[in-house]
């Protein structure tokens, strides 16, 4: 019987534990255990699997950075999230942000920083080895016409799969040798059957009749035959001429000599380039070292706007945040009186601005600053060049911007009103401080704690603001004498796309890319040293 009562108290203080508040049975634990066991296992399953098929196409293509990433990487999470020990729970927390920041922010400033130290860019876009082969592949004259033609008996052919091809008859050699042309290349022919004295079909490419050749005549006109001597191509239906090479490539000497002149290249800065500075297009990718950034600063072509659009970019970025924050705090002060009526309605249009996308307000923008059909300048009455002059256009830049930018300004200010108590305001006021030394000495500093951060980050975005620079104006009027494209309301980021993308010279994506690695020293510096210097604000 005791044991009975036993049991009986024991499955009842069984039953207690089970419903006792935070418990667990063994197999509701079990069961979960379970469940994100096979969670991890799907998760873990589909991340490797992604990585083989990602080293499937990494490794043909020869990118062994990108092979040796997803290989760490996934080492690394299946390593972290498959071990129970203590180490591994921070990491489990870290590693994934961890790979994301390395992925999508430090290998892209480092690669763009190895991209500002090479020649990149219009012509030298090809690595050393495709550049060659494309300028002797250009580098075609015909031999036609002379004691020195060469030239074939030709019939268009085609083999029973489509593939196009010529059917040549190489008169040089006694007996002539019959070769079979495609695009692949020239080759002797094993299997031959003539039609007379012509070739009628070889190796199963048949010749073609006239008639047959309607619709395949555009085609055979572009087919080149490549062979040691040169190119043949296709000259009248029943000839082909060879088209050598006039640029040969010497691999022992390192050199493309000219057959014609004579005329030998040697390479010289991702160029083939004789003793008389000619070159031959296109070159390829080198690295120069710091040449990019010394033209930033050596070359007066270059320094002169560069000096222009910096202090510029700099006076944008300062005005617009000054400006904005001013006009968004006032307003919110405004608006922060108890006795105000309609202030949801208020601040729901002041918001307006900040509700629609900023390349399509400044497109409205441009149209109603225009000079001769605008808005702004019928209804004043007067001429007014908004974005045509130099000061006028920057003037227009620094409204449009803070019209676009206040708002935010606005919502972050009325916050932060809303969460200084007013007891604060109201014990300087029992000092014997009037509203505006009660607004200088407590809210302005306190508003500063919240709003200093967020001014700093206002800074770096508008340093690079490139919507309302481009979309505005472009970055126009022109610098009066500037040799580079360069705007006067252009700022640094609208530069860089200049000379990246609308060059006369062509695309130079290296110099561009140095500027960038400039703006991106800039900024960061800055804003590593503001931010220490807001710190302090922490200690009111």
């Not at 469940?35 to 990602?54: D, E, H, P, R, Y």
């Not at 006109?221 to 040691?228: G, I, P, R």
């Not at 050596?298 to 002169?304: P, Q």
Request: aromatic share 10%; hydrophobic share 50%; proline share 4%.
């Amino acid at each position: 019987m005791s044991t009975a009562m036993t049991d009986a108290g024991s499955d009842a203080g069984q039953d207690q534990d089970d419903r006792r508040p935070g418990t667990r049975s063994r197999a509701g634990l079990l069961a979960g255990s379970m469940v994100g066991l096979l969670v991890k296992v799907i998760a873990l399953g589909t991340l490797n699997a992604t990585s083989i098929w990602a080293l499937t196409r990494l490794v043909p293509a020869g990118v062994w950075l990108g092979v040796a990433f997803v290989v760490i990487a996934t080492v690394a999470i299946d390593i972290v999230y498959l071990s129970r020990a203590r180490w591994s729970i921070a990491l489990k927390y870290l590693l994934p942000g961890t790979l994301l920041l390395l992925a999508f922010q430090v290998y892209p400033v480092l690669y763009t920083a190895y991209i500002s130290t090479t020649n990149l860019g219009t012509g030298n876009i090809l690595d050393k080895e495709a550049a060659i082969d494309q300028v002797v592949a250009t580098s075609v004259d015909t031999t036609g016409g002379g004691d020195g033609a060469v030239s074939f008996a030709a019939r268009p052919a085609q083999a029973a799969d489509g593939t196009l091809g010529l059917l040549l008859l190489d008169e040089r050699t006694d007996p002539p040798t019959v070769l079979v042309g495609t695009e692949s290349g020239a080759v002797p022919a094993v299997d031959v059957t003539f039609d007379g004295d012509r070739v009628a079909e070889a190796d199963g490419f048949v010749a073609l009749l006239l008639g047959e050749l309607a619709d395949l005549e555009a085609d055979f006109a572009a087919l080149e035959v490549a062979s040691d001597e040169g190119i043949i191509r296709l000259s009248t239906l029943n000839r082909a001429a060879l088209v050598a090479f006039r640029l040969q490539y010497d691999a022992g000497t390192d050199t493309i000599t000219d057959v014609t002149t004579g005329t030998t290249y040697t390479p010289v800065e991702g160029f083939f380039q004789s003793e008389a500075g000619e070159r031959l297009t296109p070159g390829w990718e080198v690295n120069i070292g710091f040449e990019n950034y010394r033209r930033v600063f050596a070359s007066e072509a270059i320094r002169g706007p560069f000096l222009q659009v910096f202090v510029w970019n700099w006076a944008f970025a300062v005005g617009t945040v000054v400006f904005s924050f001013v006009v968004g705090m006032l307003l919110a002060i405004t608006l922060d009186h108890p006795d105000l009526k309609g202030k949801r309605i208020y601040r729901a249009l002041l918001i307006f601005p900040y509700a629609l996308p900023s390349f399509l307000t400044v497109l409205v923008w441009q149209g109603m600053m225009n000079r001769n059909f605008g808005i702004i300048n019928d209804l004043i009455g007067l001429d007014v060049p908004w974005l045509t002059d130099p000061w006028m256009a920057r003037a227009s830049v620094l409204l449009v911007s803070t019209w676009l930018s206040f708002p935010y300004f606005f919502l972050v200010c009325t916050g932060a009103l809303q969460s200084i108590p007013r007891e604060l305001t109201e014990a300087a006021n029992v000092d014997g401080a009037n509203g505006r030394q009660a607004f200088r000495a407590v809210t302005f500093p306190l508003l500063l704690i919240a709003v200093a951060p967020l001014l700093i980050s206002s800074f770096a975005f508008n340093f690079n603001n490139f919507n309302v620079i481009f979309f505005l104006n472009r970055g126009g009027p022109p610098i009066a004498g500037a040799q580079t494209p360069a705007g006067s309301t252009d700022i640094l980021v609208s530069y860089t796309f200049r000379l990246a993308f609308e060059s006369g010279r062509g695309q130079d994506l290296g110099f561009a890319t140095a500027i960038s690695i400039l703006i991106f020293l800039h900024v960061a510096l800055f804003s590593a040293w503001s931010f220490r210097r807001t710190a302090r604000l922490e200690e009111i």
